[in-house]
């Protein structure tokens, strides 16, 4: 329900919605959901680590797996690994410049950038945490709402789309 209400979000707000997962599935895509930042990669794509090619990817990745670009057999999975730079970054700053409404959704607060993504936007635009339960940095939203994202959310979004 909570795909479906942002993938709703994307489709009938008025202004810009940046949507960005730490997740490497793909369900806000199969939830209808257009453009998607996977700021820690996706499953179900590989990185070439010869030509630096990123391609979809629907079965396992082999020793002897060829780079559907370049063939070189140096394939790994397209996903952030601990220690390396998560992707997007650039765009993701920009759009956190830019926002009015800032909601984080099903966040312990403690994985970082992510977790910071509310100082950039604090004081400036409305935030708000939808958590099951407190996240670490409960303190620094507006509006605090907890409870399951399958019903917070498309409460939340459906105070968005009426006014």
């Known amino acids: 329900a909570a795909h479906l209400a942002l993938a709703r979000l994307e489709r009938e707000y008025p202004g810009e919605v940046f949507l960005v997962t730490q997740n490497v599935d793909n369900l806000h895509e199969a939830a209808g959901s257009r453009g998607v930042v996977h700021m820690h990669g996706a499953l179900a794509e590989v990185a070439c680590l010869a030509c630096g090619g990123v391609a979809r990817w629907d079965g396992d990745v082999g020793a002897g797996s060829a780079c559907p670009g370049c063939g070189a057999a140096a394939l790994r999975p397209n996903v952030v690994w601990f220690g390396e730079m998560p992707f997007h970054m650039e765009a993701i700053e920009a759009a956190l410049a830019r926002c009015a409404v800032f909601a984080a959704i099903g966040t312990s607060g403690q ?3 992510a977790a910071g993504f509310i100082n950039a936007v604090a004081g400036r635009a409305r935030t708000v945490e939808l958590t099951l339960e407190p996240s670490a940095v409960s ?3 507006d ?7 399958t019903a917070t959310v498309p409460a939340f979004v459906g105070e968005l789309l009426i006014g």
Request: proline fraction near 23%.
């Open 111 to 113: 994985v970082y950038p």
């Open 139 to 141: 303190p620094l939203f």
């Open 143 to 149: 509006e605090v709402r907890h409870g399951p994202a």
